[in-house]
């Protein structure tokens, strides 16, 4: 996971003060599921997480309160 930018920082609290209403409606992440820039999920470990952009057929970037990470989807299990 990449360490949390100042603008990072700024982008997720600012997202959290706009979106109150769909988080607390935020889906649970699920490893099946498919995602796209703007979707908001929660993830056990990361909490609230923002997707930003697909990064292939099968991951995507997502800002949480932490930091950006790399997060799979769309897989068979």
Do not use: W
């Amino acid at each position: 996971m990449l360490p949390p930018s100042q603008e990072d920082i700024d982008a997720f609290n600012h997202k959290c003060d706009m979106l109150k209403n769909e988080i607390t409606k935020a889906p649970a992440y699920k490893v099946q599921a498919t995602y796209k820039s703007g979707d908001i999920f929660k993830h056990k470990t990361f909490g609230i997480g923002f997707v930003v952009i697909g990064c292939g057929k099968q991951k995507v970037e997502v800002l949480f309160k932490t930091g950006r990470k790399l997060i799979a989807m769309g897989l068979q299990v």
